[in-house]
């Protein structure tokens, strides 16, 4: 005689979880799958919950507990499906995919693609570039402490430890903007560009003591590179097989999107926290260092060393440096040492955020913000006499980046046009 087991009830929520889990689980979920992600977060009752998304992405991403907070901030590249950057037609659909799930399991959180480039063949290739092409020499800090048995450690990371711990600024040299390569095993010879950044950049392209040799498109040339990733913008081949051909080719880069145009209609939130305020101590057109076409329309905010700067738009981190150090009014020493964030908006125009602290930088390239995060802590460094935050908001005007003029928006709402003396508040 054979005898059922009684079956396990179960609930008809329960079932649809069921449903959605192992759909979720085949790779990464991806921008096409996000509805689906939602509806289970509804039909789950504030399920799958961060300690779910903690186990599902442990293995390849995270070494500690993170609180909730912590992990919907953590910061990973943009998945596949986006190739690079998404363009201008998708950009509004990102961020509102952004608000929406503030507080749920969101895209932010996906593991992207990481590329691999072949090792770079300077056989025909000399690269000249401007000085967004490749930072100066900035650093890192170096941690060492000593244990209970004599032993010293080293660690480029403050260590976990009880213990007295030694730091100390060290030099290294960073990473390059754009890097070039040529594929020269075959005819006719293919030029690619990698773009560092997650954000366009317009690339200018010409050919110095070239020999027989003829190019697609015919150079000079201006590129836009869309964003994060790797093209072929440029074959070259000689015009007569049978002789020698050589060539140099030399590039200039900007960034940003010639043909973006800033929407004057915009209100920027004033970057620094709510219920404070701070004083304007260089605005529009100021003598001592705001006379250049990228810096007219900047504005100088003084505040102390360490203070949150709160993105004052949505938008997309492009690029970040924090690993300079030190301050001074020697242009030639410490022009292009600021640390800085820089943020693309959704009609083209980039948000910089610069002379910021040491390492105060919270945010990572690819990663999206919204108006009012905090995404670095201010400080001195580059050309600066004292703790501030340099904010201007810079389009690409054809390989020259120039700013363009701004309004905050104040404690009623209404517009505040930045001016030298004044004093900047910050309001829900």
């Known amino acids: 005689m054979l005898i059922e087991a009684p079956k396990l009830r179960v609930s008809p929520a329960a079932k649809r979880r069921q449903q959605w889990l192992p759909l979720l689980s085949r790779g990464q979920p991806t921008f096409l799958r996000f509805r689906r992600l939602l509806r289970m977060a509804r039909l789950s009752q504030g399920r799958p919950t961060f300690l779910r998304f903690r186990r599902w992405l442990a293995p390849a991403h995270l070494s500690r507990p993170l609180s909730p907070l912590a992990f919907f ?49 300077t056989a025909l290739i000399v690269v000249f570039g401007l000085a967004f092409l490749v930072s100066p020499v900035a650093a890192k800090r170096l941690y060492k402490y000593q244990d209970e048995d004599g032993i010293w450690h080293y660690s480029d990371r403050a260590p976990d430890t009880d213990l007295p711990v030694e730091s100390k600024p060290i030099p290294v040299n960073n990473k390059a903007r754009l890097r070039v390569r040529s594929v020269t095993d075959k005819t006719p010879a293919e030029i690619w560009f990698f773009n560092e950044t997650y954000g366009p950049m317009q690339i200018q392209a010409t050919l110095h003591k070239s020999m027989n040799v003829t190019t ?118 410490y022009a292009h040492r600021a640390n800085n964030v820089r943020v693309l908006h959704e009609d083209g125009t980039m948000a910089i955020y610069a002379h910021l602290r040491f390492e105060g930088v919270r945010v990572h390239p690819g990663s999206v913000v919204l108006a009012g995060d905090i995404i670095a802590e201010s400080g001195a460094t580059g050309y600066a006499s004292g703790p501030h935050l340099h904010f201007a908001v810079q389009r690409n005007a054809g390989m020259k980046l120039e700013s363009v003029p701004i309004k905050f928006r104040g404690p009623d709402g209404k517009a505040v046009v930045p001016m030298t003396g004044n004093w900047l508040y910050a309001s829900e």
């Open 73 to 121: 901030r953590r910061q990973l590249p943009l998945p596949r499906l986006s190739r690079a950057l998404p363009s201008f037609l998708r950009f509004r659909r990102l961020l509102r995919m952004a608000r929406l799930s503030r507080g749920r399991p969101t895209f932010l959180r996906f593991p992207g693609f990481q590329w691999c480039l072949t090792p770079l063949i």
């Open 216 to 333: 697609t498109p015919s150079l000079p040339h201006s590129f836009v590179h869309p964003g994060h990733g790797e093209r072929k913008l440029i074959t070259v081949a000689p015009r007569d097989k049978r002789k020698n051909w050589s060539y140099e080719l030399h590039q200039t880069a900007v960034p940003g999107d010639p043909s973006a145009r800033h929407d004057r209609r915009v209100l920027y939130l004033p970057p620094f926290p709510v219920g404070t305020g701070f004083l304007i101590s260089q605005a529009f057109g100021g003598e001592f260092s705001h006379t250049e076409r990228h810096a007219r329309y900047a504005v100088d905010i003084t505040m102390p060393e360490g203070t949150p700067v709160r993105a004052a738009r949505d938008g997309i981190v492009m690029d970040v440096e924090q690993d300079f150090y030190g301050s001074g009014l020697n242009v030639s020493q």
